[in-house]
């Protein structure tokens, strides 16, 4: 193993290669240790006196790994140590209590057992964004994690991914930190703390009428009738993608014409249910007879179910050249097509979520709920119309209107 002092520079580091240790000499006790599987990690390394003041012995204290942290970084940490040890039990003592601390997916894994899973539903979507957004700080010490390295996070992430996941990623990590403080793990500041994040601007887009056609005649032409079969129910019953991909056959009540979304699946951790027009069943009920499993839209995966399709959905979009839509515009445009066709913003409200209806509906609640799907069935029909353009929908029996249905 080769051993060398030399100024750390980005590009020598990087050059580095053989294993062995190397010295800074800039910063006292400041040590690069090149790994033979090629990785490197920063040690402050220097030999410390013990109490009595004769005996001298070596103490090491891993610092962190490069490039995750960076030259400065790791000197000013060698810095805060070197000026911190008055003799070897001080540094013994830090050393130890660094080596015992919890690395951040500690943190995460308790956070999630003791917390999360008692109050919100997405359990799964938020351990996959944990380790998309912090997989390389999974090992890390929590606290080796600066404001620096959030702030360095937020930036990077808010380009490559955007503002929304950015400011998510920040606000996970900073709910994270506050609950290992009030459980006593970590003391300290939050690194995550009194952020400025990125202004985040509200989506308006919907499916514009002069796209309605163009849509339609798509989802119309679909090889892959999971896809459309997703797609229609999405649009047409307003809720969200995970929702209607979750859809059970336990959830659909076909005698009593609706689909109950249960709580742990809710936002709101209330249970929904929704009334079903007559396209809607059809659909179902044309699935219920050649799908037999536990899910309406049924998987190979963990999940069980039918997970996001992005690339036939991107495909979709292509064919009817139409850009800048995600999937979720589509429970947009729904309440949009409710409303252009006489329905109230308490209507709309209440079609697209918000409100548990118990087995039990009273007149109350029934005439709401029928409103509800009245509402959404004008808005069904409005959308077939403008998207006909005198080209037959006859792929799918539920694209074609009420009175299409009717002639023939």
Known sequence: MTTRKFKFIKASIEALAAPGYH???EVRGLCLRVNADGSKTFYFYRRVKSPNGFESKPERVKIGRFPDLTIEQARTKAEQINAAVSNGEILLTQRRAYRDSP???????????????KKRKKVQQTERDFYRWFGHWRDRKAIAITRDDVETFHEQVGLARGRYSANRGVELLRAIFNKASQWGITTGTNPASHMTLFTEVARERVLREDELARFFQ???TEPNLDLRDFVILTLFTG???SNVLAMRWADIDFAGKAWRIPAE??????SLAILLTQAELEILERRHTTKKNAYVFPGTGRTGHFIEPKKPWHKLLERAEISDFHLHDLRR??????????ANVAIIKNALNHKDIQTTLNVYARTAKTAELEARQKAHDRMLELADAGCPLDNVVPFRRPADRQST
């Open 23 to 25: 010295y800074d000499t």
């Open 239 to 241: 809720q969200r993608k």
């Open 103 to 117: 690395t951040l997916e500690d943190l995460f894994q308790r956070y999630m057992n003791h917390h999360f899973r």
């Open 265 to 270: 699946q809710m936002k709101n951790s209330q």
């Open 333 to 342: 445009s729904l309440a949009s097509y409710m409303a252009s066709t006489g």
């Open 218 to 220: 798509a989802l119309n």
